[in-house]
């Protein structure tokens, strides 16, 4: 299967929206109506009869309300009260996927939704007062159809200018409100009870100010926050109007190449010069760099005869010392060492041990100094992160002694600089930018940013927004941010002003107060459901530069089957389309999707080099377990 546009905002249509306005007139009607009657029957029973009651008086209303109840009970009915005006809306469903039959149809004419503080997602009883509070959280009801936490993972869509709202509960729905202020109470609604299902904490600038802080105001409250470093003077592009089209309007992504590989791909390792590399359960297969994308050479390294075994499945393939070496990081190993494979030769020539003061130690990541240090012939030291450690190591003997793999033990690495915090770190994924600084990912959601010179204190602590941060990665000038969570990408602009007047980023110096907000890339609620089993995003990163002055043009991320690329350019331009009558954090959905026919195993652009004449960006190369894809991104003429 080829590139694929994603889906589009689907109106709800025509005839639906008659049949709607319809229904709407008749239960207005049939208040009115019900109104009328009711307040006939309150009149007071002392009044003169009317000419055309024949004489007769009303009948008397029953003595009290007891005799009234008693009469309902006896009649042994079901009765439920119809739900308030704002509180109800049209309920629809879209169905049959993506495919020509796709549509929205009328699940419900009149449904009424509600937010339920609960302890049991799947519970129909909403008698929660014996629970305990510490154990509960929001969940949004809606008819008797759908009973759903509030969370990321619903990837609600708000429609200000339909009245409407959709989001995913197996299966994907749309709210349509009669009015504004049915439509504004539920967004409202809906966003309190997010944060406090994210945070624990009510929705109040209290705690706003608490989880965020004082200088992070326009994460709290975006709507005041400084967008003018969002508008950078080095993105010229952004001055042009065009620069607010959509992606899917004004480049074609073109698939080049396909090839089968002889087993399953686990890694995927792009070299900035001849070769690209696929990582499998035995070997390597190399792949010739061309400006089309790679192409496989026929050429297979086995890994040597005892290495097989804890090469599988490997968590990291790195590329060294001009691309002649690779590090290979697995989790089999059992203290999660790494072995050094000599590419040329095909034989691994050192198997490394974590080590600190006598003591083995486990690195969770590896990652090479800088933007383009595996480009370095003589580049000898890496980066390593686990937990609560972000250190650098060194492969060099101290001894100077040349290592014999025949000896009983493995070498250790130097251990050349580095950090042990004591606790609360909860270090996930790192990354570099061309300078070496250095950029963290956090379980509880916070992005620390650390200088090349230290790593003992973070210069900058961005908050997290709730969710944990998987994989992150910075441009080469790093002065952007991308993390990945498993239902958004947050991206930070790094930069701020000093009070010399000086522009600096974030690695540079602490910040201050004046920060930016983030923006959010998500999925529109159809693509998210359409996305496949695994639906979490995974890895995404910026277009590969590795020249000061060049700039990253576009953004990468997978989701199950997904490959989602971001036109970089329209997500930093303030007035795209996609940020109007937005409330809260910006979000982007203006994207292009690359659909594969098995959950894809990553999604990188090659280097810059390889951008040809007359595109705006190197291609995309895809990879699945048995498969791998290069796609050229071209503009339309």
């Not at 306005?21 to 009317?50: I, V």
Request: net charge negative; hydrophobic share 35%.
């Amino acid at each position: 299967m080829g590139a694929a546009h994603s889906q589009e905002d689907l109106e709800i249509c025509t005839s639906d929206e008659e049949e709607y306005e319809e229904y709407e007139e008749r239960r207005d009607g049939q208040e009115e109506s019900e109104d009328e009657d009711k307040f006939e029957d309150s009149r007071d029973d002392t009044l003169a009869p009317s000419p055309s009651s024949g004489g007769r008086l009303p009948k008397p209303p029953p003595s009290s309300l007891d005799d009234v109840d008693a009469k309902l009970k006896s009649l042994k009915l079901k009765y439920t009260p119809p739900p308030s005006t704002q509180n109800s809306a049209r309920l629809f469903r879209y169905i049959n996927g993506n495919t020509p039959k796709a549509k929205w149809i009328t699940a419900e004419k009149f449904a009424a939704y509600s937010f339920v503080k609960t302890s049991q997602v799947n519970e129909e009883d909403d008698d929660d007062k014996n629970q305990d509070s510490e154990n509960e959280w929001w969940v949004l009801k809606v008819g008797g159809k759908i009973r759903e936490k509030v969370s990321e993972e619903m990837q609600l869509k708000a429609y200000k200018d339909q009245r409407r709202v959709d989001f995913v509960a197996r299966g994907v729905w749309a709210l349509k409100f009669a009015t504004a202020e049915g439509f504004a109470a539920i967004t409202n609604s809906y966003n309190s009870c997010l944060f406090e299902n994210n945070h624990g904490v009510e929705l109040n600038e209290a705690s706003k100010a608490k989880i965020f802080g004082k200088d992070f105001i326009g994460w709290a409250n975006p709507e005041a926050a400084d967008d003018s470093m969002w508008e950078d003077a080095d993105d010229i592009l952004l001055k042009s109007p065009q620069s607010a089209t959509p992606l899917r309007d004004a480049q074609d992504l073109t698939e080049a190449f396909e090839e089968a590989t002889s087993e399953g791909i686990h890694s995927l390792a792009l070299g900035a010069l001849d070769n690209s590399f696929l990582v499998g359960d035995s070997g390597i297969q190399v792949f010739k760099n061309m400006r089309q994308g790679i192409q496989g050479k026929g050429v297979f390294v086995n890994f040597e005869a005892g290495y097989g075994k804890a090469h599988s499945a490997h968590r990291k393939a790195l590329l060294m010392r001009a691309e002649t070496n690779m590090l290979l990081m697995s989790p089999m190993s059992q203290n999660r060492g790494i072995h050094q494979l000599d590419i040329e030769t095909g034989k691994v020539i050192s198997e490394w041990k974590f080590e600190k003061d006598g003591v083995d130690i486990s690195m969770s990541d590896i990652t090479n100094d800088g933007k383009g240090a595996q480009l370095d012939p003589s580049a000898s030291t890496f980066l390593g992160l686990d937990n609560n450690r972000l250190c650098r190591w060194d492969m060099r003997d101290r001894y100077g002694m040349v290592q014999d793999l025949a000896a009983a033990s493995a070498p250790v690495l130097n251990w050349a600089q580095g950090h042990q915090f004591s606790r609360g770190t909860n270090f996930q994924c790192f990354a570099t930018t061309g300078d070496g600084s250095i950029v963290v990912g956090s379980l509880d959601g916070k992005i620390r940013l650390y200088s090349s010179n230290t790593m003992r204190q973070a210069k900058t602590a961005f908050p997290g927004l709730g969710a944990p941060v998987t994989h992150v990665d910075a441009t080469f000038d790093g002065k952007w941010i991308v993390g990945t969570t498993d239902t958004y990408l947050i991206v930070i602009c790094t930069l701020f002003t000093d009070k010399a007047g000086k522009t600096k980023t974030g690695f540079e110096g602490r910040m201050g107060n004046k920060i930016a907000a983030p923006r959010l890339l998500k999925l529109r609620p159809l693509d998210a459901h359409l996305a496949g089993s695994n639906k979490k995003f995974r890895n995404a990163q910026f277009s590969w530069v590795t020249e000061d002055g060049k700039q990253e043009r576009h953004v990468v991320a997978t989701v199950g089957k997904f490959s989602v690329i971001w036109n970089f350019q329209q997500v930093k331009n303030g007035s795209h389309e996609c940020y109007h009558e937005q409330e809260g954090l910006k979000k982007c959905y203006c994207y292009k999707i690359v659909l594969r026919n098995e959950s894809i195993v990553d999604s990188r652009f090659m280097n810059d080099n390889f951008a040809i004449s007359g595109s705006p960006e190197a291609p995309l190369v895809i990879a699945t377990p048995m498969k791998v894809s290069s796609f050229s991104l071209s503009s339309k003429r």
